[in-house]
């Protein structure tokens, strides 16, 4: 029903959990492997798996995808797990319930400002404290689904058919593989996508996502994501 995208670097002790984890899905899943580590990996559980001989950072995992014959294709971090066997279960019935050509799901992602800002300024997050809301927000695991413009590449899922929408023969920046995805899905519009609650409790993270190596941590971050994002998408 699925094939999982899975990006490796430098994480290889993680692996071992997250393959676990999937396989003991309750939806049988593929699980392609793209790893960019120095320490090559292999797994009998793996379907397919690409040993780099450089990072290649994030785009790579999506070149694997024109090899999905699942209705559904998701990518996958090496720094989070599935927690609960029912958690690709439960993004297939989001999706059903929820589908709009292009649509994506995950469980964390940003609505931006209406400057098309990645983050919200200090004084924004300042007057939030008494319940005025400007500028970018961030949503992880939400009380309710809520309507975003792009998901963080941790984890999207969609449909396989859905993938036509890319292009793959571009210059690829690779360190914003998720806002250009986000954008291509939904043809550059706003709020086309879904941060769902449907897993809260079912996604779990892992040792890694805040080590220096993690691209959140590189200099000159926000500025680098507010620049995709008014590149990719329209006020």
Known sequence: MVTVLLLNYKRVENLPIILDALKNQTVECSIFLWNNGEQEFTDPRLDLVINSSKNLKCWARWSMASYANT???????????????????????????????????????????????????????????????????????????????????????????????????????????????????????????????ALNGKVEELKGGVEPMALSQQANWEAYRTNAAKKYFKK
Do not use: W
């Open 71 to 197: 209705p559904y294709i998701m990518s996958h971090d090496d720094d989070l797990v599935l927690s609960s066997p029912d958690s690709l279960q439960s993004l297939i019935d989001t999706m059903e319930e929820n589908y709009e050509a292009g649509r994506a799901i995950g469980f964390n992602g940003v609505k931006l400002g209406k400057d098309l800002s990645y983050y919200p300024t200090e004084q924004q997050k300042s007057i939030r404290k008494v319940g005025i809301t400007l500028g970018a927000k961030h949503h992880k695991f939400p009380k309710k689904n809520t309507r975003v413009d792009i998901l963080k590449g941790r984890l999207i899922f969609f449909k396989t058919a859905d993938l036509k929408r890319v292009p793959m023969l571009i210059e690829p920046e690779e360190d914003i593989d998720d806002i250009f995805i986000s954008s291509c899905l939904a043809k550059r519009s706003r709020k086309h996508h879904i941060v769902t609650s």
